[in-house]
């Protein structure tokens, strides 16, 4: 079992950047597919990135691609959501999440473990 907490998030004007953390503790983290989930008031919580064990594959959704880079440091047990020209549909409880069968999905249900969440506020 791994537990997950994130930080970094906070408010922000429109075009401004943020960078997302998530620090896993238990079990190897470099087991673990991780993810970046996200959810807005009266949505759905939808994927926004995910990156597989080693690092040296990453997914997006369409909405953040070429504005947000996951990344990860399995040395530290960590997992990062740069987000840059960031805009006021991003605003959301941005969770991070993690698979155990090295599997990169891009729902909910594809993820074991999940973080409390933290929020991003961006203001217009």
């Known amino acids: 079992q791994v537990q997950l907490v994130e930080s970094g998030g906070g408010l922000v004007q429109a075009g401004g950047s943020l960078r997302l953390s998530c620090a896993a503790s238990g079990r190897t983290f470099s087991i673990y597919t991780m993810a970046w989930f996200r959810q807005a008031p009266g949505k759905e919580r939808e994927f926004a990135a995910a990156?597989?064990?080693?690092?040296?594959?990453?997914y997006y959704a369409d909405s953040v691609k070429g504005r947000f880079t996951i990344s990860r440091d399995n040395a530290k047990n960590t997992l990062y959501l740069q987000m840059n020209s960031l805009k006021p549909e991003d605003t959301a409880v941005y969770y991070c999440?993690?698979?155990?069968?090295?599997?990169?999905?891009?729902?909910?249900?594809?993820?074991?473990?999940w973080g409390q969440g933290t929020q991003v506020t961006v203001s217009s």
């Open positions: 999440a993690a698979e155990i069968h090295g599997l990169v999905g891009t729902t909910s249900p594809d993820y074991n473990y």
């Open positions: 990156i597989s064990r080693s690092g040296t594959r990453t």
